[in-house]
C-alpha cells in the first residue's frame, strides 16, 4: 500500500475481532510512532501497551466521562467497546517538557499527533485497525496505570484486527472549505 492509498483508506475500527495481535505487528506499529518528527526531535511520546484483558475492561469504562456525552446525548463513548474487544490497548503518553510551547500553543499535541498518525497508519498497513480515543478520564487513568502526574495522557488506541468491513468513513470538508491560496479570503 503507498502512503496516499493508506491517509485516503484507513478508517477509525471500532469493532475487533479476538485474533491475536502478532508481536511482530506491534513492533511495527511501536516504530512507526517512534519515527514521527518531533518538536527539536525530542521525542515527547512514550506509550503503555495494556494486553490484560481486566485492565482494558477498567480503561474501557473509564472511556465514558458523564460530564461529556451525556450533554451530547450519548450514553457510552463510541469507542468503549473497542477498548474491552481489541486484544491491545495503546496508551499514548506524553513529557510536556520534552516539547516546545511558544505562543501559548503547546506543541508536544502537536508531536503526539504525527506520532499517533503514523501508529494509525503503520496499523493499517500491517492489516490491522485503530481509532484514536480522546475522551477519558485521564485522572483515574493515570493512577490505575500508575503513570506520573506530571505526564499527559494524550489518547487510547485499541488495537487489532477489524471485525467485519471497513465502511466510507464521514465526509470530509471541501477543499474549498479549507485551503486559503495566496492570503486569507473569506
Ligand atoms: C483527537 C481525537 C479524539 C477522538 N476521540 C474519539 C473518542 O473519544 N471516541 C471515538 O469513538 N472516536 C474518537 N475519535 C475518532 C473520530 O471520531 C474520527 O477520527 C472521525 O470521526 C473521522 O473518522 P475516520 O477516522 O474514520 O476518518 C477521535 C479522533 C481524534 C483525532
Redesign the pocket.
Known amino acids: 500500500m503507498n502512503t496516499l492509498d493508506a491517509i485516503k483508506s ?3 475500527v ?1 469493532k475487533f475481532s479476538d485474533r491475536a495481535v502478532e508481536p511482530e505487528k506491534l513492533q511495527a506499529v511501536l516504530e512507526a510512532a517512534q519515527q514521527a518528527p518531533s518538536w527539536a526531535n525530542m521525542q515527547c511520546w512514550r506509550f503503555v501497551v495494556v494486553t490484560d484483558p481486566a485492565v482494558r475492561a477498567r480503561i474501557s469504562d473509564l ?1 465514558y466521562v458523564e460530564t461529556y456525552f451525556a450533554t451530547r446525548g450519548y450514553s457510552s ?4 467497546k ?1 477498548l474491552a474487544e481489541a486484544p491491545v490497548v495503546i496508551v499514548a503518553c506524553a513529557d510536556p517538557t520534552e516539547s516546545g510551547s511558544l505562543r501559548g500553543q503547546q506543541y508536544y499535541l502537536a508531536d503526539m ?1 504525527i506520532a499517533t498518525q503514523n501508529l494509525m497508519l503503520a496499523a493499517h498497513e500491517v492489516g490491522l485497525g485503530s ?6 478520564n485521564e485522572e483515574e487513568l493515570g493512577e490505575l496505570l500508575e503513570i506520573p502526574p506530571d505526564i499527559r495522557i494524550v ?2 488506541f485499541p488495537l487489532g484486527y477489524p471485525r467485519g468491513e471497513l465502511k466510507g ?2 465526509p470530509r470538508k471541501s477543499l474549498e472549505q479549507i485551503v486559503h491560496y495566496e492570503k486569507w479570503k473569506s
Open positions: 484507513r478508517r477509525s471500532r472511556s463513548n463510541p469507542a468503549q473497542a499527533g481509532v484514536f480515543v480522546g475522551v477519558f489518547g487510547l468513513g464521514p
